[in-house]
């Protein structure tokens, strides 16, 4: 056999959910959608956003199940122990999600010249990436990219408010869909196909 | 054999075997795991796995678990509270012997 590291098995099973990477596709597909609705290239008449983005949104779970199921066939299944992430959860929920929806808004209504969605979401990567086992590095990287943003106004990469708050969830939509991709691979290297002998 | 080094033949040796060390590791790491789960993680065939946790569940430190998912068979382990016991005190008795082994002087 081989000789894991313990602390990434240890870490890999404590985190199992998060490490499959695929599931994160559907979502990034679905903010890329929400983002083009508003683009002026749009071809699809705005009176039909709404049926776009439920359709978009179905679309994604079904794909979330069946990705699921993929998970559970290829690699096994984990059930996490009760109350092991209560602190983690605490904070998800009381802290970082309201946090990321109050920057929307204040990026929205106040239109601040820095972009303090970009600032926010990078500090809520970085805390998922610590959170989760550490050990992928392209969170580190989506952490400097989001942070990145905060500067893009002022680079004249988009107006502030809204076409900011759009190319933004464009960036993270394809920066899910890149980084599930790559969660999948490291956790297929961490996770190699299976001996097929009694050797 | 000397000090610390006379420790390294009390540690248990069901935990200390690599292999059942991982399985262990994976298993306090969770509420329960299933046999595909701990066949990838530790690179086991099936049949060295099988006696891995055949050998753990003997000795009361795992809880196996059969049963069907629609036809297909479906084997859980979970850690029991014993063998919960027995990891904690296997870390802490590495972590004793590491620390033993750092400050330790050859005798002159």
Redesign the interface.
């Known amino acids: 056999m081989r000789q894991p590291d313990l602390d990434r098995v240890h870490s890999i099973t404590d985190n199992f959910f998060f490490w499959q990477g695929l599931r994160l596709v559907p979502v990034g597909a679905a903010l890329l959608v929400l983002s083009a609705t508003y683009a002026s290239w749009w071809p699809i008449d705005r009176r039909f956003q709404g049926v776009v983005l439920v359709t978009v949104l179905l679309v994604g779970i079904v794909l979330s199940g069946a990705i699921g199921s993929y998970y559970a066939r290829t690699f096994g299944r984990v059930a996490a122990a009760p109350g092991a992430h209560a602190r983690r959860s605490t904070i998800k929920w009381l802290v970082a999600y309201p946090a990321m929806a109050a920057s929307l808004l204040i990026d929205g209504a106040v239109r601040p010249p820095i972009f303090i969605t970009g600032i926010v979401w990078a500090a809520a990567t970085l805390a998922y990436w610590w959170s989760t086992g550490r050990g992928r590095p392209h969170y580190l990287g989506a952490t400097l990219l989001f942070a990145s943003t905060a500067a893009w106004p002022a680079l004249g990469a988009a107006a502030r408010g809204r076409a900011m708050i759009n190319l933004f969830l464009a960036v993270v939509g394809a920066t899910y869909m890149i980084n599930g991709v790559l969660d999948h691979l490291e956790l297929r290297r961490t996770l190699p196909p299976l001996l097929t002998s009694d050797d | 054999m000397t000090e610390p080094f006379a420790q390294i033949a009390e540690l248990d040796r069901i935990v200390h075997e690599?292999?059942r060390?991982?399985i262990l590791?994976?298993?306090?790491?969770?509420?329960?795991?299933?046999?595909?789960?701990?066949?990838?993680?530790?690179?086991?065939?099936?049949?060295?796995l099988s006696s891995h946790l055949a050998k753990l569940e003997a000795h009361e430190l795992v809880h196996i678990e059969k049963s069907f998912a629609g036809r297909s068979p479906v084997t859980?382990a979970a850690l029991t509270r014993r063998g919960r016991a027995a990891v904690e005190r296997y870390w802490s008795e590495m972590a004793e012997l590491r620390r033993r082994a750092l400050r330790w002087q050859p005798a002159t």
């Open positions: 690599p292999a060390l991982a590791t994976a298993l306090a790491a969770c509420r329960h795991a299933d046999f595909l789960y701990l066949q990838r993680l530790t690179g086991l065939s099936k049949g060295n859980r």
